[in-house]
């Protein structure tokens, strides 16, 4: 009698979508992520072939799932937008984050930030960006061959892959889109929209006027028996 042997398969392998860890330690910490993500969504809104995400899971290695980091924000240049539970690298052709921003808060030690910075370097990041509110200091990364390098002069330092500008002020960290355009928050976002809006009413509402103050003067030249056709 032949036997026969069935190929052995191999387990699959489940790839958490979360780290158990909360996106941020305080309202600070959660605001900060949020203005650089959705601004950044903004700035690249038009590109279908660049995605944004806060606080995502990327995992760098197939079959490695201890292999992993979730950056505050982090930018992929060449993948498309879309719903992603986790980033897989292998499965989005490879291609690696070339910009991450973490914020620093009070859950933040120094050797935890080491780590991050040691896995940044080792699986390529090419822009690596850390903004303590609290001191109102900004510290970057560059990549310089295999190595990520400090920037020694961070204040007006423009991106070389977003293309956004940085200031540090004497009470905050002002970021500016490649037109000038300035970094804001979702409710100042809300409230120039707010204005926008009502400008426009009002612009409306005085072409209206003009309309009808035309109109109430062809009425009176008709009442008074001029030929509105020979003027």
């Known amino acids: 009698m032949v036997q026969q042997l069935?190929?052995?398969?191999k387990p699959e392998i489940i790839?958490?979508?979360?780290?158990?860890?909360p996106m941020a330690d305080n309202t600070?910490?959660?605001?900060?992520?949020?203005?650089?993500?959705?601004?950044?969504?903004?700035?690249?809104?038009?590109?279908?072939?660049?995605?944004?995400?806060g606080d995502l899971l990327w995992y760098p290695v197939e079959g490695n799932v201890k292999t992993r980091q979730a950056p505050d924000v982090m930018v992929i240049i060449g993948r498309p937008k879309g719903r992603r539970g986790s980033y897989k690298q292998w499965e989005e052709n490879n291609i690696i984050p070339q910009v991450v921003f973490e914020i620093l808060s009070p859950g933040n030690r120094t050797k935890e930030m080491a780590k991050k910075l040691l896995f940044y370097q080792r699986h390529g990041v090419e822009e690596y960006y850390i903004h303590n509110p609290d001191t109102i200091e900004l510290t970057g990364f560059i990549r310089e061959q295999e190595w990520l390098e400090e920037i020694e002069e961070i204040n007006n330092w423009v991106s070389p892959c977003l293309g956004i500008r940085f200031e540090l002020t004497s009470d905050n960290l002002e970021i500016y889109y490649p037109d000038g355009r300035k970094f804001?928050?979702?409710?100042?976002?809300?409230?120039?929209?707010?204005?926008?809006?009502?400008?426009?009413?009002?612009?409306?509402?005085?072409?209206?006027?003009?309309?009808q103050n035309y109109q109430d003067l062809l009425a009176k030249l008709q009442a008074k028996g001029i030929d509105i056709n020979t003027l």
Do not use: C, G, M
Request: net charge negative; charged share 35%.
């Open 15 to 21: 790839y958490p979508d979360s780290d158990e860890n």
């Open 184 to 211: 804001l928050t979702s409710l100042e976002l809300n409230q120039l929209a707010e204005q926008e809006h009502q400008r426009a009413e009002q612009e409306y509402q005085r072409a209206e006027q003009e309309r």
């Open 28 to 53: 600070e910490h959660y605001e900060w992520i949020v203005k650089i993500k959705e601004n950044l969504e903004i700035l690249f809104a038009a590109k279908n072939d660049v995605f944004i995400a």
């Open 6 to 9: 069935t190929p052995e398969t």
